[in-house]
């Protein structure tokens, strides 16, 4: 363990086997940082906040600040984050809102520069963000996602399974699994096939999901009728299941426009 002589740890600070701690890091609160994680300079952790093994933390990062959320009253509320995460310079996540409340971010994720993950967000594992995107409060980002940079997603918004949305686009509703989503009037484009083959997908795999998408944004059929369709003609593919319970349980609404679909 090492902790530069500058950083200031106050409060029920817990620092596993090989931890490093940089120049005027600043961590107070019930905070546990797992093995071998590394902590950047002037860093600052507060609050309610676990962090789990192997995360490489950047200078400038802030982790467990209040939400920006004038609903929030000081309840007892933590963020965690899981092993192997990497997290860029001045990148924020906010502690959540609600009594018991968490803002999640998974492991194995590569969060650029400027990223604000807001609170009560759920971002899963193996994600990449990159530079100055936006997460409102209650965002998920489903396992494998690419969310590209100086983006917004509004509230309560969802991307799904290994989706990848544009930079610049505003996501006013949920991007689905496995497609690309992109622009200020989004729209949905056509398989994220870069994703998928770098994800091991099969030609079978993929093969089932154009289909899909065809079925969904090309064939003009409502979307109840299309879904229809897929479950019917797919019923084991597990692909085909996820994407179709995520158009079912969309709060905010699935994008539905795509350039031949309005």
Not at 45 to 53: F, L, S, T
Request: net charge neutral.
């Amino acid at each position: 363990m090492k902790v530069h002589s500058t950083a200031i740890l106050e409060g029920n600070v817990r620092l596993d086997e090989g931890v490093e701690i940089g120049p005027y890091a600043y961590i107070s609160g019930d905070v546990s940082v797992g093995r071998d994680t590394k902590i950047g300079a002037y860093v600052r952790i507060e609050g309610r906040v676990r962090i789990g093994a192997k995360n490489r933390i950047h200078h400038s990062v802030s982790i467990g600040q209040p939400p920006q959320d004038l609903g929030y009253s000081g309840e007892d509320t933590e963020v965690l984050v899981g092993d192997g995460n990497v997290i860029r310079e001045f990148v924020t996540i906010h502690r959540a809102t609600g009594e018991g409340a968490r803002t999640v971010v998974g492991n194995g994720n590569y969060l650029m520069a400027y990223v604000h993950i807001a609170h009560n967000c759920v971002v899963g594992d193996g994600i990449v963000i990159a530079n100055a995107a936006q997460l409102a409060g209650h965002v998920i980002v489903e396992d494998r996602a690419f969310v590209s940079g100086v983006l917004g997603i509004h509230q309560w918004a969802r991307v799904g399974k290994l989706a990848m949305v544009g930079g610049m686009t505003r996501l006013n509703r949920d991007a689905p699994p496995f497609f690309m989503t992109v622009g200020y009037d989004p729209v949905v484009v056509g398989l994220n096939l870069v994703g998928l083959r770098r994800a091991g997908f099969s030609r079978e795999e993929i093969a089932v999901l154009k289909e899909a998408y065809d079925t969904i944004y090309r064939s003009n059929l409502p979307l109840e009728e299309a879904l229809g369709r897929l479950a019917e003609k797919f019923p084991e593919d597990p692909n085909v299941r996820h994407l179709i319970e995520f158009f079912k349980s969309s709060r905010r609404g699935v994008i539905l426009k795509s350039p031949l679909r309005e």
